[in-house]
């Protein structure tokens, strides 16, 4: 199956930082991605569908001024968390779609997680 | 508005006996539905999906049912094994939003040897 990466898997900041976190699609070309987040023992929340060279698609709710959200190539989306508080800690996850046609359309493949941390 | 519902948050079966892990939805958009099974502190893996044209689908052990008059799925394990412990979750998408996928809180497995 197709592989998709994120990078770091953790990290940890103090508040009011902003933290990047990188998706990348390893063997496929990821039309869109999307970001999703995590709590403990909860579901995973879809924070924002991101399209390659256009604005993401934040879900109601989502700061889309707070989590930013750059998907400049066909296999690399990065979220920024800005000015990031404790309440911000979380587990981040994306993943990665081929809506383009390609021979994994509409897959959808998930990356390992980013556990951020806000001290 | 939780659109996907897995009511049981935990779940224990014996080796070699059959797990059956329910799922509810609200949302009669929903044409597709899906099954992950996640590690902690890893993203979820896909497992086997239904459209809504079908009622059955099997892939070796794993089978997901789907009821579209009670929006209900089921995904059953047979036989169940140890490595098989994790958390599951359902997962639903509509044919307007391609690719947006809606899930449910997930329920941890426990297979006992």
């Known amino acids: 199956g197709a592989v998709v990466s994120q990078h770091p898997s953790r990290v940890i900041c103090k508040s009011g930082t902003s933290v990047k976190i990188e998706c990348r699609s390893l063997?496929?070309?990821?039309?869109?991605m999307f970001w999703y987040r995590q709590f403990p023992k909860q579901s995973l929340m879809l924070m924002a569908t991101?399209?390659?060279?256009?604005?993401?698609?934040?879900e109601q709710g989502v700061e889309k001024d707070k989590f930013l959200i750059n998907h400049a190539s066909l296999t690399l989306s990065t979220l920024t968390v800005t000015s990031a508080h404790p309440e911000d800690s979380s587990f981040y996850i994306c993943?990665?779609?081929?809506?383009?046609?390609?021979?994994?359309?509409?897959?959808?493949?998930f990356g390992p997680g980013t556990r951020l941390t806000v001290l | 508005d939780q659109q996907v519902k897995q009511n049981s948050p935990s779940l224990s079966v014996q080796e070699g006996r059959i797990s059956i892990l329910n799922c509810d939805y609200t949302?009669?958009?929903?044409?597709?539905f899906l099954w992950y099974k996640k590690y902690p502190a890893e993203g979820p893996t896909f497992l086997i999906s239904?459209?809504?044209?079908?009622d059955k689908n099997e892939d070796g052990r794993f089978t997901v049912f789907l009821n579209k008059s009670a929006k209900h799925l089921s995904l059953h394990i047979v036989p169940s094994q140890p490595g098989d412990s994790a958390v599951y979750f359902c997962?639903?998408?509509?044919?307007?939003?391609?690719?947006?996928?809606?899930f449910g809180q997930g329920t941890t497995l426990q297979v006992k040897p």
């Open positions: 239904i459209s809504s044209i079908k």
């Open positions: 991101s399209n390659e060279g256009s604005k993401a698609t934040y």
């Open positions: 997962a639903a998408s509509g044919s307007s939003n391609t690719g947006k996928l809606i």
């Open positions: 993943s990665a779609t081929d809506t383009g046609g390609g021979p994994l359309y509409n897959e959808q493949f």
């Open positions: 949302n009669s958009m929903f044409d597709y």
């Open positions: 063997d496929f070309q990821a039309t869109t």
